[in-house]
């Protein structure tokens, strides 16, 4: 009888022990998943602001691209201008005389122009056609007039 009461406490006491192993190896498990979720949240988090900043690169390298085309054609633009107004060459001295004074005139007109927008509109209310009146002046004397020295031949 002794050999089976110590069977039966052998085995009462390997299933108590084994239970116990097993509720540790769940609980450790628990803990492990939850530092996993934890560690992947993280992750995930940290992918997401890697996107957002990749993006962001991207939006600027954009801008930097448009930029670039946007004065890279203003000075072709110039430089077509430039090489045609040179490819003209002399006529008629009329000719010359009204070709000469269609930028002067034209100057001054614009010039009028913004002084009577300046003077006859609201400054509080209408300050971008202000603005822009006095751009389209200034713009056109200074590239209509800007390098207009007299040539060297």
Excluded: C
């Amino acid at each position: 009888m002794a050999d089976i009461a110590g069977l039966a406490a052998s085995a009462a006491g390997g299933g108590v022990f084994g239970l116990v192993g097993t509720a540790l190896g769940r609980v450790a498990g628990f803990f492990e998943r939850r530092q996993t979720m934890k560690h992947e949240t993280a992750r995930w988090a940290h992918e997401v602001d890697l996107i957002g900043m990749q993006q962001a690169a991207a939006r600027q390298e954009t801008e930097a691209e448009l930029a670039l085309t946007d004065a890279t054609g203003r000075w072709d633009g110039l430089k077509a201008s430039m090489t045609a107004e040179a490819a003209i060459g002399q006529s008629y001295l009329w000719v010359d005389a009204i070709r000469g004074l269609t930028r002067p005139v034209l100057t001054m007109l614009l010039w009028l122009i913004a002084t009577g927008i300046w003077f006859g509109t609201d400054p509080e209310g209408q300050t971008s056609i202000i603005e822009t009146a006095t751009f389209a002046a200034t713009a056109a004397t200074l590239w209509w007039f800007g390098d207009r020295a007299p040539r060297s031949n």
